[in-house]
């Protein structure tokens, strides 16, 4: 069964991660020190590796023998089942559509019991400031005073929504919009991997058109080799993201220059 490339293609230790150094390193420096946090909040523009962290995280705390430098194993049964979505010790919620007190009542009272497999439960609340305000009252609740075998990490693009009572609770690391060079890179790798002809410039494109998102521009490069016959071009790019591209502005700042200015406004 075919897999998106964006799902085939997340990283799965903190080494994968592009752009976010100040993040991976200073996790990696907790794991590698046993000062993990017991809640973490990760913030930023959507595609830039929020809930990837989260996911890698949770992995590596839980690995049964992560590396010196502080990233999963990938090898033992910890990190295969946590892949697979299949670790009952570490829990997705999507406050999107579980954001009611009742759903945030059910995670408390989970964490009453201790992990299963796993040295710690981890819970993953994503879009975690979609929760309404009863249910923050029950999130703060547990997150004061958890207990030692608990750690929560929270994801969302909109921290201005999140209480303060909870921010002063959680470390809080803040995702950057990826580098247009670093998703170029990623870019050729893949279509390499993936043997997906590339034409010149048609990776800077992508990158462009995806605005500092990773996950936005490997599925632009998937719809891409969807639709392209041969090699994906700047111009199929253009076309496949519903963009003009750059030559109509190159007309138009020519038209101006030549002071043809009848003709840059028929152009726009």
Known sequence: MYQALYR???????????SQPH???ALRNQIREEKTAHAYLFTGSRGTGKTTCARILAKTVN???????????????????????ALSDIVEIDAASNNSVEDIRDLR???????????YKVYIIDEVHMLSPSAWGALLKVMEE????????????????????????????????IRLEDIAARLRYIAEKEQIPLAPGADLQIARCADGGMRD???LLD?????????????????????SGRAPLFRILEDVLQNR????????
């Open 223 to 243: 719809q891409c080799a969807a639709v392209s016959e041969g090699a994906i071009t700047p111009e199929a790019v253009a076309e496949a993201a519903g963009v």
């Open 217 to 219: 521009a490997i599925s």
């Open 109 to 119: 009272e989970g964490t009453v019991y201790l992990p299963e497999r796993c040295r």
């Open 261 to 268: 200015l009848g003709d840059a406004l028929k152009e726009v």
């Open 8 to 18: 085939k293609w997340r990283p799965r230790s903190f080494d994968d991660v592009i």
């Open 63 to 85: 690995c049964e023998h992560r590396t010196p430098e502080g990233n999963p194993c990938l090898e033992c049964d910890i990190c295969r089942e946590a892949e697979r979505g």
């Open 23 to 25: 993040i991976t390193t």
């Open 146 to 177: 958890p207990p030692a075998y608990v750690k929560f990490i929270l994801a969302t693009t909109e921290m201005h929504k999140v209480p303060a009572t909870i921010l002063s609770r959680c470390q809080r690391f803040a995702f950057h919009r």
